[in-house]
């Protein structure tokens, strides 16, 4: 998986809650991305089998909205996405990649 600064904001944000489904628009509230960027993002994460989606099973009338499309990290991606980040997180120094925050991550 190539590391743009995109992905890494997905990352991040789903690596914060890794059990916790996520929807588009929670996503673009987190990592501040437009959907033309975060959705072709998950898309690419999902054809890597690090992410998983699927539709809400809720009725769209009873709800007074949409069914959501819910994306969560596979194992594999846990895995592949931490490791990732750390490796990142080795190469960039915090001072370069804007501080850190007190875990000690880089502030993307």
């Known amino acids: 998986m190539r590391l743009t600064i995109p992905v890494v904001k997905v990352l991040s944000a789903l690596l914060a809650e890794p059990e916790a489904p996520r929807y588009g ?4 509230r987190l990592t501040g991305l ?7 993002v998950l898309h690419r994460l999902q054809a890597a089998g690090w992410l998983t ?3 809400e099973d809720v009725d769209p009338v009873a709800a007074g909205r949409p069914a959501r499309r819910y994306y969560r990290l596979t194992g594999e991606g846990i895995r592949s996405a931490r490791l990732a980040l ?3 997180r080795a190469l960039v120094p915090a001072e370069r990649a804007g501080g850190a925050d007190p875990a000690g991550a880089p502030a993307w």
Do not use: F, I, K, Q
């Not at 628009?25 to 673009?28: C, I, K, P, Q």
């Not at 437009?34 to 072709?40: I, N, Q």
């Open 34 to 40: 437009p959907s033309g960027t975060l959705y072709p």
């Open 53 to 55: 989606a699927d539709w």
């Open 25 to 28: 628009l929670d996503l673009m």
């Open 86 to 88: 750390a490796e990142l």
